[in-house]
């Protein structure tokens, strides 16, 4: 049985949320803050996250912050369920790491229909390393593992997320080609809920791990289309 895990201080909202998803199923364990969710998150790991933004003890995104850091953590998908939903709050938490961003007051049968298609994502992300075989990309200097999910330039290791791997990998698979946000979209996010914007957000973190190395200046932006690997 999928295990959630929402972390949400307002003890309605967090029963509302909870008697949601168990009635689709899903097995639920709530916390108050950031303290309550460390605990549970040690007893036993859950598949997914909701996470409130603003919490009694710390800030929900900064936890995130420090989930999408540590590697025991990084691949765990959280969902930011908050009652800030401008463009910077949304842009903000997308680019600590968060995998979707709900604003309160949310629909039920939306929050469901979301949670379900980061868990599928997710799935599909882990089966497809699981599938491949030892498939090495060489783009320049960058060198890039799938089957091990590992990228180096020039023998270092580079620091990436699931996302920005996989745009990574799309690019060193096809230097040269120009990508629209809507590919980039469709081959890495696969869903209809992800704004445009968001590839704007991964690309400037995509390019930040890669300041500094000989593949820094790998990606270029093509004014108007997109982007595309320039192969070095």
């Known amino acids: 049985m999928t295990f959630l895990l929402i972390v949400e201080d307002e003890l309605p909202i967090r ?11 899903f097995e639920v364990v709530g916390a108050a803050d950031v303290g309550e969710a460390c605990a549970a998150l040690k007893a036993r790991r859950p598949d997914l ?5 603003m919490l009694p003890d710390r800030s929900g995104q900064s936890w995130l912050e420090d989930l999408k850091k540590d590697p025991e953590t990084a ?3 959280v969902i930011m369920l908050t009652a800030r939903g401008e463009e ?3 842009v903000e938490a997308l680019d600590a790491g968060a995998d979707d961003y709900i604003v ?6 939306e929050l469901v229909a979301r949670i379900r298609a980061v868990l599928r994502r997710q799935g599909q992300e882990k089966a497809r390393v699981e ?4 498939n090495i ?5 960058l060198v890039m593992n799938e089957a091990r999910f590992e990228a180096s330039v020039d023998g270092v290791p580079v620091k990436l997320s699931g996302k920005e791997f996989r745009l990574l990998h799309l690019f060193a698979s096809h230097p040269g080609r120009v990508f629209s946000r809507a590919q980039l979209l469709e081959a890495v ?5 992800v704004d445009e914007r968001t590839v704007d957000v991964h690309m400037l973190r995509l390019r930040k791990a890669l300041a500094g190395t000989a593949a820094e200046d790998l990606i270029e932006t093509v004014r108007g289309v997109g982007y595309r690997c320039r192969g070095l």
Request: glycine fraction near 4%; include cysteine.
């Open 15 to 25: 029963e509302l949320v909870s008697f949601v998803c168990e009635r689709e199923g």
């Open 49 to 53: 996250i909701l996470l409130d933004r």
């Open 75 to 77: 691949d765990l998908p």
């Open 88 to 90: 910077r709050d949304r």
């Open 104 to 109: 309160k007051p949310f629909f039920p049968r």
């Open 131 to 134: 599938r491949s075989d030892e």
């Open 137 to 141: 990309v060489r783009c320049g200097p």
């Open 189 to 193: 996010w696969e869903s209809v809920y």
